[in-house]
């Protein structure tokens, strides 16, 4: 096994990892015992090249859980739910964004699409992610000077150690401090909680791992909980998310695309890492249970970077990051999901422009609040060399809307619309519906004419109309000289 393929299990994290046997079959025996009908429906793949549409049972077939009904589904989402914190009617939410170790907080408005600054504070280690608890009382911030392979999440700082920060969030959206931070094994890429705010769910990406930690009243983080089950995390986990229900969490590890051969270069040469969907049971006091795998082809040609859920349905939305696709699968009622997925869809205007333009990939994908459209972006930022200076390669960055069949969860193109910017790895939508603030991370030339020009890093705004189309407003530059603009969201996340 590859000392770097993130492809390993791993020891309680309170300790460190520990290498272990590498899990070397996908069919785990199932969580919960439903033997209940399944429905059949034809699998709608047919703008993707070289799929063709044909027949899967939905159910998984091992437990035989059947697809969650609407009326089971809401009653199971109210039930998981935690109300938030009442807060009186305003006109601005607070807007958190990161650059470096830089944590910035902004007014946004909403209804004017505008966003202003307010103060910021300083971590020892740059943001990496960060998530609200449900209560929207305390936000949870991962940190590291860690540098992912694929490039540097900004400029790195003495400090090595890896944080996990809680935060106490006053009524202006102000952040103090909650305690100490928590001290992690390894870089964090990705953290949530659950649905009652009784955990914080942190993922990893190299080792691929998660880790669970239990929530005090008063916000507080406690140490990850012991794992002693056999748990396999796939490989370069992404994302991790509680499920509606709350009794199931998703990991969704991308895998690697293959790098060709190139004599001389370090690294090159090395064959496709395979990509899944990780669902493990969640049980009393935070352990954990494998509970699925969900891929396809032996995980080939399969990477998912984040998923959503609808707000009222059993649809859960998956970016495919290295596919630059859209997967739609159903949620059944045991928290798994449905082992194919129900719709496939290319994100890209011109499906081949992952050959034509060597680093396009998908970023992230929100369902609207309301349920009728689920938006996602392109992140193109590879670059060629112009007389001497690294130029775009002319990747696709864009929001893409998608409108969903709200019957059988089907997303049909809405529109796309240019970003005004490079590799918008984050984006917000506040709860209402009314704006989508996107985060493009890092400036990038261009070639303009004869000359050559900088599109800067920010936040490029848009007003959400009513048939969920987006309309651009404005652009607000951020300096990224300290750090790129890695993440961005509101309190109402969770």
Known sequence: ?????????????????????????????????????????????????????????YGNHKSGARVLDRRTFAGLLGAAALPGTARAATTTLPFYASTGPTLALYDLNPDAASLTFRRSIALPANV??????????????????????????????SDTRHYAFAFRVA?????????????????????????????LLIAY??????????????????????????????????????????????????????VPRTPGVPGSGKAEDPGTIEVFDIMPGGKLRQAQRVTMNGGLGFGPRHLDFHPTKPFVYVSMERENSIYTYWLLEDGTLSERPRFMRSALLDKDGKVKHPGQTVGPIHVHPGGKYVYQTNRGSGTVEVNGQKVSNGGENSVVVWGIDQRTGEPSLV???????????????????????????????????????????????????????????????VDTSHGILFWCGLLTMA
Not at 129 to 156: C, D, E, K, M, T
Not at 182 to 187: A, E, G
Not at 219 to 245: C, E, N, S, W
Request: charged share 20%; aromatic share 8%.
């Open 205 to 258: 990406n190299n080792p691929s791992s998660l880790s669970v930690h239990p929530l005090g009243a008063d916000g507080g983080i406690g140490a990850a909980v012991p794992q002693y089950m056999k748990l396999d995390f796939g490989i370069y986990a992404h994302q991790v998310r509680a499920t509606p229900i709350n009794n199931t969490i998703t990991l969704c590890s991308r895998g690697n695309d293959p």
């Open 1 to 57: 096994m590859r000392a770097d393929s993130g492809y390993s299990k791993v020891a309680p994290l309170t300790g460190g990892f520990k290498t272990a046997q590498r899990f070397r079959s996908p069919k785990f025996q199932p969580a919960h015992k439903n033997p209940r009908g399944t429905a059949i429906f034809p699998c709608d793949v047919a703008d993707l090249p070289g799929s063709h549409g044909r027949f899967i049972v």
């Open 171 to 199: 009524a202006d959206g102000s952040l103090t401090q909650a305690g100490e931070p928590v001290l992690l094994p390894v870089r964090p890429v990705h953290c949530s909680t659950d649905l009652r705010g009784h955990f």
């Open 415 to 477: 529109q796309r619309i240019d970003a005004r910017g490079f590799e918008l790895r984050t984006f917000t939508i506040d709860p209402e519906g009314k704006v989508l603030v996107a985060a493009a991370t890092t400036p990038l030339q261009v070639q303009d004419g004869r000359g050559v020009r900088t599109v800067s890093a920010g936040f490029s705004i848009f007003k959400i109309l009513p048939d969920g189309t987006l309309d651009f407003v404005r652009k607000i530059d």
């Open 128 to 157: 990496q992610y960060a998530w609200p608890h449900p209560s929207r009382r305390f936000l949870y911030v991962i940190a590291s000077n860690g540098q992912p392979p694929s490039g540097p999440a900004g400029v790195a700082g």
